[in-house]
């Protein structure tokens, strides 16, 4: 078992930044993929990064590409997203995921361990 808490959701005017935070437990976190996903009301669960799980590759969705940044700390069993230059369109709840497959970081089904989410909100 691998239990995932999300951390630092909020709400934040377009333009500004937030910085989530994931702290894994249980099973080897090093060995594991990351990803982020978030799902805004009334919409499907959308792929948002991935991280491999020694940290040097990364996965980006084309809507956050550029204004997003996900990090890991092994030795913390942490994940990290910062995000930047925020829009309306971001608000959703963000989960963390985790995943011992090594493709398809885009698919929601690849994930086997999952937060309770964190909700981010950006006014206009």
């Known amino acids: 078992q691998v239990q995932l808490v999300e951390s630092g959701g909020g709400l934040v005017q377009a333009g500004g930044s937030l910085r989530l935070s994931c702290a894994a437990s249980g099973r080897t976190f090093s060995g594991r993929g990351m990803g982020w996903f978030r799902q805004a009301p009334g919409k499907e669960r959308e792929f948002v990064v991935a991280i491999s799980s020694s940290g040097r590759s990364t996965y980006y969705a084309d809507s956050v590409k550029g204004r997003f940044t996900i990090s890991r700390d092994n030795t913390k069993n942490t994940v990290s997203l910062q995000m930047n230059s925020l829009k309306p369109e971001d608000t959703a709840v963000y989960y963390c995921?985790?995943?011992?497959?090594?493709?398809?970081?885009?698919?929601?089904?690849?994930?086997?361990?999952w937060g309770q989410g964190t909700q981010v909100t950006v006014s206009s």
């Open positions: 995921a985790s995943t011992t497959a090594g493709s398809r970081w885009y698919l929601s089904e690849e994930y086997a361990y």
